[in-house]
């Protein structure tokens, strides 16, 4: 069974430092890995997508990796804002389309 | 998101009531699914969709039954609501294959 762990639970940085959120799954065995962010009381936006054959991907302040023979990724935020300020989860998909979520981190980015 | 729509967003109902909930897409999506989430236990999904009148049970299915008679309707229902089903249910899209997912904005359902 695919077990997707985030680490740490919350976090809290300062305005204007870039940071790294951490996902590590047990199946390596994956077809895609997907981070999204959630406002309280909101739905899920998707904010990058890393096909098992990639490596990265970036959209303007988000990079995330993918590192599937060792189970991890990592979602890098540069120059970090208030507007950040959200839960991020990623989920990975294995091969009978369904996705399995981490529990989250909830970044809080202080002015 | 535009493409995807749940409704309704808030309903509080009593226990033992049955209760339906619907989520309408208009990307012509093949796969949809329902996912509830709660503090604690993050995202679960409960059933999803490979198609018109193709269904399949997740991980937390007991309780809950859906069906999708058109391609752009899947509906969750609570045969007789508990109190267990508390909960933030969410609705998602995929095309399949290399494609991500969409979700809906969510139903917060309260049961008394």
């Known amino acids: 069974k695919q077990e997707v762990t985030q680490i740490p639970a919350a976090l809290s940085v300062p305005e204007g430092e870039n940071l790294v959120l951490n996902c590590s799954f047990t199946?390596?065995?994956?077809?895609?890995l997907q981070w999204f962010r959630q406002d309280p009381g909101k739905g899920l936006t998707s904010l990058l997508l890393?096909?098992?054959?990639?490596r990265e991907q970036t959209s303007g302040r988000l990079n995330a990796s993918l590192d599937k023979s060792s189970g991890r990724s990592t979602l890098y935020i540069a120059a970090s804002q208030p507007g950040d300020s959200a839960t991020y989860l990623c989920?990975?998909?294995?091969?009978?389309?369904?996705?399995?979520f981490g529990t989250g981190t909830r970044l809080t980015i202080i002015p | 998101d535009a493409g995807i729509t749940q409704s309704p967003r808030h309903k509080v109902t009593e226990t033992g009531t049955p209760v339906t909930l619907r989520c309408h897409q208009t990307?012509?999506?093949?796969?949809m699914y329902w996912y509830r989430q709660d503090p604690g236990h993050g995202l679960r999904l409960i059933h999803y969709?490979?198609?018109?009148?193709?269904?399949d049970k997740g991980e937390v299915s007991d309780g809950y039954s859906v069906s999708r008679s058109k391609t752009e309707d899947f509906l969750l229902t609570l045969e007789s609501a508990t109190s267990s089903q508390t909960s933030v249910y969410f609705c998602?899209?995929?095309?399949?294959?290399?494609?991500?997912?969409?979700f809906g904005s969510g139903t917060r359902l309260t049961v008394v």
């Open positions: 969709s490979y198609g018109v009148k193709d269904t």
């Open positions: 199946d390596s065995a994956i077809y895609n």
């Open positions: 890393i096909q098992s054959s990639q």
């Open positions: 989920a990975v998909k294995r091969g009978n389309e369904k996705l399995t």
């Open positions: 998602a899209i995929s095309e399949g294959g290399p494609y991500g997912y969409t």
């Open positions: 990307e012509n999506h093949r796969y």
